[in-house]
């Protein structure tokens, strides 16, 4: 499956009291139930894109910066970048580590966010819970009215808090895609030539 295949996923005011509440709802039960905190996060996405108010045209870029946000606040870039540099994370250096984890965050959430303003009325069904060790898979489903797409979400237990570090899509993994690509990049190029392309990537993908 390459990046093209990963489907809409998940899916007012980010300013107002509701969505402080639902943020700190949400990092309450961060400790407690990895599905808990999956399903606050996908009912504040959906919430942020179908609230009518952030549909008007002078809206979009304030609702497009609130989903990177949301989902910023719920997704551990670190693992996930970590994860899908692989061997190549060892053999760099701290700066280094940063920049990549900054320059991956802002590809994902923004090419994420884009996906998520696609929804529309799609349903999501949580399946299953798996806990261990620290880690958690919280299996769920999107089905709309022609497809049902299998999407689950792997957490690592952080300070005290559940943050997701992969997502499986019809039994595909975000991280081992990413890793596939990158890898092939590094050796094809260059470290410098992947950080190059994501650079092009990000500033690429803007708000509409």
């Known amino acids: 499956m390459t990046p093209t295949t990963y489907k809409k996923l998940l899916v007012g005011n980010g ?5 402080v509440l639902v943020w700190w709802v949400c990092l309450a039960l961060g400790g407690e139930a990895p599905t808990a905190v999956v399903k606050c996060t996908i009912d504040e996405v959906i919430r942020l894109v179908t609230d009518e108010q952030l549909k008007t045209s002078d809206q979009v870029s304030q609702r497009r910066e609130l ?10 870039f670190g693992e996930m970048a970590k994860r899908s540099l692989a061997a190549h994370w060892k053999r760099r250096k701290e ?7 900054g320059l991956f965050q802002a590809l994902l959430s923004k090419t ?11 349903t999501v069904n949580y399946l299953k819970e798996r806990l261990r060790d620290g880690y958690a898979e919280v299996q769920t ?3 709309s009215p022609k497809t049902e797409i299998s999407l689950d979400y792997r957490l690592i237990l952080k300070d005290g808090a559940w943050h997701v570090y992969d ?15 990158f890898d092939r990049i ?8 992947l950080v190059g392309k994501l650079r092009e990537k990000s500033s690429d993908i803007t708000a509409p």
């Open 167 to 181: 997502v499986v899509v019809d039994g595909v993994s975000l991280v081992k895609n990413e890793r596939g690509q």
């Open 112 to 122: 994420y966010a884009k996906k998520i303003e696609n929804y529309s009325g799609e």
């Open 141 to 143: 489903t999107i089905v």
């Open 67 to 76: 989903l990177e946000e949301e989902i910023g606040k719920h997704f551990d």
């Open 95 to 101: 700066t280094d580590h940063q920049e990549f984890i």
């Open 15 to 19: 300013v107002t009291l509701s969505l």
């Open 186 to 193: 590094i050796r094809d190029s260059s470290y410098a030539g």
